[in-house]
């Protein structure tokens, strides 16, 4: 019986294998090929093509979100292979996630586009040149890429100086690119101290520090990997000469040489040295260094005197002030009786205000 048995199930499996062997041995219809799937049609790059993709984002009423079923969630390629994030095409476009708007979130735009050098040109693609919104609009006629001057309301929209550094009231900071206000960060300093109104001389402009670009990518060294600011100081008032025998004075010393400032900023100990402004002039600290950090290296004795000695030079200190110690006696129309500066637009102005009237020395 177990014999019968083994011939069974022996022929049983030759048969099988057999049956099997024949079906592949011959293919007698073509397997047909999977037809090539177009989603878009054809000339979707072309503006001026019916089947340009932005037409047919704003003729459907899931928007973007019908690209994202086939090129992920960040336009990055997904299933389609394809990305829509490249150099050439939206290389921005990732950034339009949940929170996209959201001060707080970290996908918020603002950080995207600080991460990537503040580079706003690549949103002017879907948003316009002037960032008014795109050419093209959805079926209820609302914008395929709104307007961003909604929230961006002054003049330039994103590309306005106070969109990354400064207020609505300064372009200046604070705050800084880093969101800091404390005016010992090195992003703040001592800007308002000098653009603002200052208490105790003339007031600047950014020009007298800075090179200023007509917009935000003109300027070479505006926008660059350091994120800190070229200081090149033109100020005229940085580099006002004393003590000079060719101009018509009545304070000139023939015991002192004349004091041309050579301005310079250094950018390791944030100091500014050999300025007019901060001390180079005659019978001041010609050896001041003006910390843009501290607001104690302004002291009255920072630039006259020494850092203790809020007065000028005498002749037992090589220079020819008298040795009073009221300020208000002579310049009574710029200081008073306390050092309290009253008048700052006769203070650091490049002139001598001595009993009331303006004179070079």
Same mark, same amino acid.
């Given at each position: 019986?177990?014999?019968?048995?083994? /011939?069974?199930?022996?022929?049983?499996?030759?048969?099988?294998?057999?049956? $099997?062997?024949?079906?592949?041995?011959?293919?007698?219809?073509?397997?047909?090929?999977?037809? %090539?799937?177009?989603?878009?049609?054809?000339?979707? /790059?072309?503006?001026?093509?019916?089947?340009?993709?932005?037409?047919?984002?704003?003729?459907?009423?899931?928007?973007?979100?019908?690209?994202?079923?086939?090129?992920?969630?960040?336009?990055?390629?997904?299933?389609?292979?394809?990305?829509?994030?490249?150099?050439?095409?939206?290389?921005?476009?990732?950034?339009?996630?949940?929170?996209?708007?959201?001060?707080?979130?970290?996908?918020?735009?603002?950080?995207?586009?600080?991460?990537?050098?503040?580079?706003?040109?690549?949103?002017?693609?879907?948003?316009?040149? %002037?960032?008014?919104?795109? @050419?093209?609009?959805?079926?209820?006629?609302?914008?395929?890429?709104?307007?961003?001057? @909604?929230?961006?309301?002054? $003049?330039?929209? *994103?590309?306005?100086?106070?969109?990354?550094?400064?207020?609505?009231?300064?372009?200046?900071?604070?705050?800084?690119?880093?969101?800091?206000?404390?005016?010992? &960060?090195?992003?703040?300093?001592?800007?308002?101290?000098?653009?603002?109104?200052?208490?105790?001389?003339?007031?600047?402009?950014?020009?007298?520090?800075?090179?200023?670009?007509?917009?935000?990518?003109?300027?070479?060294?505006?926008?660059?990997?350091? @994120?800190?600011?070229?200081?090149?100081? $033109? &100020?005229?008032?940085?580099?006002?000469?004393?003590?000079?025998?060719?101009?018509?004075?009545?304070?000139?010393?023939?015991?002192? *040489?004349?004091?041309?400032?050579?301005?310079?900023?250094?950018?390791?100990?944030?100091?500014?040295?050999?300025?007019?402004?901060?001390?180079?002039?005659?019978?001041?600290?010609?050896? @001041?260094?003006?910390?843009?950090?501290?607001?104690?290296?302004?002291?009255?004795? &920072?630039?006259?005197?020494?850092?203790?000695?809020?007065?000028?030079?005498?002749?037992?200190?090589?220079?020819?002030?008298?040795?009073?110690?009221?300020?208000?006696?002579?310049?009574?129309?710029?200081?008073?009786?306390?050092?309290?500066?009253?008048?700052?637009?006769?203070?650091?102005?490049?002139?001598?205000?001595?009993?009331?009237?303006?004179?070079?020395?």
């Amino acid at each position: 019986m177990k014999t019968k048995m083994k /011939y069974i199930f022996f022929y049983s499996l030759t048969t099988i294998f057999s049956i $099997y062997l024949i079906s592949c041995s011959e293919l007698n219809t073509d397997i047909p090929s999977v037809p %090539k799937v177009n989603t878009h049609g054809d000339s979707i /790059y072309i503006p001026t093509s019916a089947n340009y993709h932005p037409k047919t984002i704003a003729g459907s009423p899931n928007g973007m979100y019908d690209c994202q079923e086939c090129h992920a969630a960040d336009f990055s390629g997904g299933v389609a292979g394809v990305g829509c994030n490249t150099t050439d095409c939206h290389p921005s476009i990732g950034v339009h996630v949940n929170g996209i708007v959201d001060p707080t979130s970290e996908n918020f735009h603002g950080n995207y586009i600080q991460k990537n050098q503040w580079a706003m040109i690549p949103c002017q693609s879907c948003h316009g040149n %002037k960032y008014d919104g795109g @050419n093209y609009k959805y079926a209820d006629g609302s914008s395929l890429s709104p307007t961003c001057l @909604n929230c961006h309301t002054y $003049y330039g929209g *994103p590309e306005n100086c106070a969109t990354c550094h400064g207020s609505a009231t300064s372009m200046a900071p604070p705050r800084d690119l880093n969101g800091n206000t404390s005016t010992s &960060s090195r992003g703040v300093g001592a800007h308002q101290v000098h653009l603002a109104g200052s208490q105790k001389g003339k007031t600047l402009s950014c020009t007298d520090c800075h090179n200023v670009p007509g917009d935000v990518y003109q300027t070479n060294g505006h926008i660059d990997a350091d @994120n800190r600011a070229e200081v090149i100081i $033109y &100020s005229n008032i940085a580099k006002v000469t004393t003590n000079d025998d060719t101009a018509p004075s009545v304070q000139i010393d023939p015991n002192q *040489p004349t004091y041309i400032p050579a301005p310079v900023y250094n950018t390791a100990d944030l100091t500014c040295t050999n300025t007019y402004c901060h001390g180079y002039f005659k019978n001041g600290n010609i050896d @001041n260094k003006a910390v843009w950090n501290d607001p104690s290296s302004s002291q009255c004795g &920072s630039c006259h005197g020494d850092g203790s000695n809020p007065l000028p030079k005498t002749q037992s200190q090589g220079g020819n002030h008298p040795g009073s110690s009221n300020c208000s006696v002579c310049h009574g129309g710029v200081v008073d009786a306390n050092l309290k500066i009253i008048n700052p637009s006769k203070h650091i102005d490049g002139l001598l205000n001595l009993f009331g009237s303006d004179i070079k020395y």
